[in-house]
């Protein structure tokens, strides 16, 4: 009998199919084929090549926009939202609108020609998180936005157009959909309780220990209790924590390690697949939340979105979170 | 300057590229190349290929599971959900979860390999409209069932699995997270309005005209202000109808005309786009509703979900829906 499990902060439901689980080897379409490419504009000595750098660390004396970087945040040259310009919300009979404004950053993680975040050394790794908290203190300087989501498109399966490691920020002048129902029901959620969900939740996993993939004395990662997608694999501070940005430098260190760790984790047991992975802080514009805590969720794209999907809001996932994880241990 | 437009239903957010529109040559990706199957189980003499049919339209003579059939409903080889048991509803600490108890069947629409169903002959298509309505009818009467959903699948990147030209339908324990929303946001606009929201935005689109599609006496057709995908067009009645199952003979005669008209001009416009469509109708449980109108859905899946989706909710559409409409309207 499949079961229907409902995922606590967001009230979604997922049909996981207990009883003829898939192997990781029944994923076989659409993986990642690292392929180089014949020109590539985020490789060092290309910077001309990408809008005008915002941030980089670089080595003594070298010059912005010229070779000599470790991590390299410019423009997106398509960006989806446009730094320019007033929310201006407006309507058309029924409808609102509002202009498109916001922030579209690229997160360039290496100057050499990598692609995955996994082949990095560990310090890079720390920078590419340290870049991200950077820029998200910056941003937040800005009153028009009140979100920053961070990402990372990985294969062409997953959305990625360059093959090259790289993470991009989008900041927009409205709490996204999804936040604010996770936000709404942890709220709900502590208003019951007085306890933060998230919190509750690593304390359960921690107690069933079935589903964790790694934990260390500030993380872990575990395969969510109703995952949508095989091999779906969650990253959280244990310690109640809101916003990304508030992360300091030691923790900054070991995250960079977790991170690192549970992506290779993938990666070997899944061949290298197509995924994203994103970020959910609490917005900008809540200074405290006793009720929202900060989550990377990793997607690997395996699996089809169809009509069901689309038409429900549920998730038909062929692999049980538990055999996920052992997998995943075991890595 | 890009546009944030709100669906007014759903309250997602959309960003339109109203700046540099996309052409429908633009989408050459995963088109719907159709290609014959050196066996399919869905073809007329097949038929102990399948499990046995639970209902089909016949000619006067012929037996269950032999040829002679129009259209021809079957459990789903491979279903999501199964049919026997009750409910269960139980916890586990935090989370939630129950049986997987539902309905999953597949409506085959032609007894000849034809992999469109702009292809049939329109008596047929009527015939496909009235199983829809017939089978919904029928699983209503279990009252462990509250939703269902009829929806299709077609092209790879849309997760068919087969080409044969055929629907599904899945009927669920609990209303869909999707519907449930829709619903609560319905009700809240009648209840500081006293009209549907859903006859608002019709008489809105009638007053407007650029996005309409297609208009008859009964139904129109047309591409949401606040389109996900290039191309997404909605079909409605244009009076007040709660329910799909609901419909009457001489409806279901025209709306089997728009629909395969509607479906006619994506196919034209796109070259055989591979597309999903879903049918979002009131809950069995819910006998009247003052603000729930039943819609189809169909969505060309021509553009990529990548981190920023999953995680705002979002979508980027790079084609505004006024475009789309009036290339649509041409075809």
């Not at 990408?50 to 997106?76: C, F, H, L, Q």
């Amino acid at each position: 009998m499949p079961e229907l499990r409902r995922e606590p902060v967001s009230g979604r439901w997922v049909i996981i199919a207990t009883e003829r689980a898939a192997r990781p080897t029944d994923f076989q379409t659409n993986h990642h084929q690292p392929v180089k490419n014949s020109f590539c504009p985020f490789c060092e000595g290309n910077e001309d090549k990408t809008p005008p750098e915002i941030m980089a660390y670089r080595g003594n004396g070298s010059k912005a926009d010229s070779s000599g970087w470790r991590v390299r945040v410019v423009p997106n040259k398509f960006p989806a939202l446009r730094t320019e310009g007033e929310q201006n919300i407006h309507g058309e009979g029924i409808y609102e609108m509002m202009n498109g404004i916001g922030v579209h950053e690229v997160i360039i993680e290496s100057p050499k020609h990598v692609v995955s975040l996994t082949e990095l050394g560990n310090g890079n790794v720390e920078d590419v998180l340290r870049s991200y908290r950077d820029r998200l203190i910056e941003i937040k300087k800005d009153k028009r936005f009140v979100y920053g989501l961070l990402f990372k498109n990985v294969g062409v399966a997953a959305g990625a157009s360059l093959e090259h490691t790289h993470s991009q920020l989008i900041a927009t002048p409205i709490v996204p959909q999804l936040v604010e129902n996770e936000m709404e029901r942890a709220e709900a959620f502590f208003n019951n309780s007085s306890k933060c969900i998230f919190c509750d939740m690593i304390q359960q996993e921690i107690a069933v220990g079935k589903r964790i993939v790694t934990s260390t004395e500030k993380f872990i990662s575990f395969t969510p209790f109703a995952s949508r997608f095989p091999f779906e694999t969650w990253i959280l501070p244990k310690k109640h924590e809101t916003h990304f940005e508030n992360l300091q430098k030691f923790e900054i260190d070991e995250l960079a390690n977790v991170l690192k760790n549970t992506l290779a984790k993938l990666e070997s047991a899944l061949d290298f697949p197509p995924y994203n992975f994103i970020i959910h802080s609490t917005p900008f514009n809540i200074q405290k939340s006793e009720y929202f805590h900060w989550h990377i969720e990793i997607i690997p794209r395996l699996t089809n979105i169809a009509g069901f999907e689309w038409g429900t809001g549920f998730y038909i996932n062929p692999m049980p979170p538990e055999e996920a994880a052992e997998i995943l241990r075991k890595k």
